[in-house]
């Protein structure tokens, strides 16, 4: 779900909280060393997405935060901001010259250079945190 979080809207994040859980207080954002990445230039995105990029040439700029039971990957378009909110259990993650994020139908591929690299420690803990939620639902018993 894509949301156009320009200004402060209650609805929306109520919507955000009931989506990907609430945010990690600031305690728990401290001992995990921050859960929100540094910003990002997007290289690709899919064609469902294309509305949310700018159409001049300019730079598309991305960050993610973490959230209890998902990612909100923020999308600047201009003076716009759209929030992509994606549960973990929709969350794909590629590795694949950058990174490629996957769900819902879309994705959003970042470009791989020195602010990618920079983010190598919180795409970790993004990965971590996705398996920790999915060993709450495993049923297998293992």
Known sequence: MILNTTHFNKEYKQLLNDLVGMPFSFLEAF???GVG??????????PNLQLYMNLV?????ANIELRKNGVLIFINKGLQNFTWAIPYY????YKTNGASIHAQGRYIHFKNNKTFK???SFFTKMLDEKIRYDEKYN???V
Do not use: A
């Not at 990445?37 to 899919?46: A, L, T, Y």
């Open 31 to 33: 001992k995990m060393k």
């Open 37 to 46: 990445s540094k910003r990002m230039i997007i290289e690709d995105v899919s």
């Open 57 to 61: 040439s300019d730079i598309n700029y």
């Open 90 to 93: 929709q969350l794909v993650i």
């Open 118 to 120: 920079e983010n190598k």
């Open 139 to 141: 049923f297998l018993g």
